[in-house]
């Protein structure tokens, strides 16, 4: 027998005396959401809370700035 065929089969045995229950099961029920950085943006932003942080600053400013257009606003075109 080969040794990659050896390797795919099933243990007789499992031991799970150090497994906990329900250790991600509310992560799991939160889900996540995968997204791929381009190469060039992932070498600037090095980890989720880069990216994360980045994208609440947008946030506040595209916030600020509608703020700012309806309270100049004087409903004219």
């Known amino acids: 027998m080969s ?19 329900g250790k991600h099961y509310r992560a799991y029920q939160q889900g ?5 950085l381009e190469p060039d943006i992932a070498e600037v932003f090095k980890d989720s809370g880069a990216v994360n942080h980045a994208l609440r600053m947008l946030m506040e400013l595209a916030d600020d700035g509608l703020k700012n257009l309806t309270k100049n606003s004087n409903g004219r075109s």
């Open 32 to 36: 996540t959401n995968v997204i791929l």
């Open 3 to 21: 040794k990659t065929t050896e390797d795919k089969e099933m243990r007789s045995e499992y031991d799970f005396s150090g497994g906990v229950r």
